[in-house]
């Protein structure tokens, strides 16, 4: 038997895979008479190595290509608006998402769109909404997404028995040949391993993904974020590093900074929170809107400027009021001394009914700079309950 002799990453196998039929089908729409076919299959692919790249500029040459498509009647249309709705929602334009629903053609009826309109109500703070909506989406199609779906929801919701339930389900609903999918999901299980301390069942299920589907940078992003909540800060630097010469994108400029404060080298830094920085207030100058959050956050604990944390909390919450806004808006007003408002926005997010340390920290300090002590013990135990860990190292998300 001849030993394998490759050695690509999958990562890198199923990149050049993508690259070679975007080759072969760049005629198609340039050439006259287009053939709509396999233009519209140019187009999937084009967004494809943008989803799989993870990065922003490839995806907004996505967004263009889907555009062009759609103005010039290329392709069947519920499947190009399908495609624009993805990448607005990964944008966070939400309201671009729902005008893309009502533009395709039976696009809000099919089972996409239907699990699109429930990621919509959760974004949105409808969460009961989505509930309903996944599950009857599931009932019609039980795919390993929409059942990843339902369990995201759960598991924030702090059914963790349920959550894992479901990935299990939807890994079983996987084939061989979806092994990228199947990295994913174990990526999912890790980080609900993470956020409930559970450092070595984290392990296992990153360590899982990366034999799945090797190369991919997804994977060591959040082998990072566990390094580094371990307090192994060298190692998770080093990482970082080397991700972002891959993906250079600013958040993960903004964790190496704050892995190099942790590690005591306050120059290394400031670079890398400047180069964040820079990057988020470029994208935000120029129209988008995704980065929104990541300034609020930056503001808020980085820089430590509740005013600039208020002024981007407030743009995000007013895409999407959900449970992570209005707790970025009421720790930016915190920061700023607002209390009272950051008392109010608080109890907002905790009325969501959401299970989180992160949240329950954050409660447990407005609550204290408020007067309730009684209360703010209460949050830092429930916090401590959830995830013992969870002063430490973390990745804002």
């Known amino acids: 038997m001849t030993p394998k002799t490759d050695k690509r990453t999958d990562f890198e196998i199923e990149l050049q895979r993508i690259d070679k039929d975007i080759s072969e089908l760049k005629d198609s729409v340039l050439t006259a008479p287009i053939d709509t076919e396999k233009a519209t299959r140019f187009v999937y692919r084009f967004y494809q190595r943008a989803s799989l790249t993870g990065n922003f500029a490839e995806l907004e040459a ?55 309109e429930a990621d919509l109500d959760f974004q949105e703070g409808r969460y009961e909404d989505a509930r309903k909506g996944y599950e009857s989406v599931i009932l019609d199609d039980r795919t ?42 174990e990526l999912q299980r890790g980080v609900l391993d993470l956020t409930h301390g559970r450092h070595e069942d984290a392990w296992t299920h990153y360590n899982q993904a990366d034999r799945a589907y090797s190369g991919y940078w997804l994977v060591d992003e959040h082998i990072a974020e566990l390094l580094g909540a371990q307090g192994r800060f060298a190692e998770a630097v080093a990482l970082y590093e080397k991700l972002i010469v891959r993906i250079p994108r600013p958040e993960f400029r903004q964790a190496l900074g704050e892995l190099y404060t942790l590690l005591g080298e306050p120059e290394q830094a400031r670079r890398s929170h ?13 129209g988008g809107v995704h ?4 300034l609020a956050d930056f503001y808020a604990d980085v820089r430590e400027d509740g ?49 989180d340390a992160r949240l329950f920290f954050q409660a447990a300090m407005i ?12 949050y830092l135990q429930m916090a401590a309950e959830i995830n013992p860990h969870y002063s430490n190292f973390h990745v804002h998300r």
């Open 62 to 116: 996505a967004e263009t290509a889907v555009n062009n498509a759609i103005r010039q009647g290329i392709g069947p249309a519920a499947d190009l608006y399908l495609l624009k709705a993805n990448l607005d929602f990964k944008f966070h334009r939400l309201a671009d998402v729902r005008r893309d629903l009502e533009m395709g053609p039976g696009l809000a009826d099919s089972f996409p769109g239907r699990a699109l």
């Open 144 to 185: 390993w997404d929409n059942l990843a779906r339902l369990a995201y929801l759960k598991a924030k919701m702090g059914d963790v028995a349920g959550a894992e339930q479901l990935y299990d389900e939807a890994e079983d609903e996987l084939t061989a040949k979806e092994m990228r999918s199947y990295a994913w999901v």
């Open 274 to 286: 400047e180069a964040a920085l820079a990057a988020y207030l470029q994208s935000a100058t120029s």
């Open 291 to 294: 980065y929104y959050h990541h």
């Open 307 to 355: 005013a600039e944390a208020v002024k981007w909390a407030r743009k995000d919450i007013e895409l999407r009021a959900n449970f992570s806004t209005q707790a970025a808006l009421a720790w930016a007003s915190y920061r700023d001394r607002r209390f009272a408002e950051a008392l109010e926005m608080i109890n907002r997010a905790l009325s969501s009914g959401v299970k």
């Open 367 to 378: 609550h204290r700079s408020a007067g309730g002590n009684g209360e703010s013990n209460q």
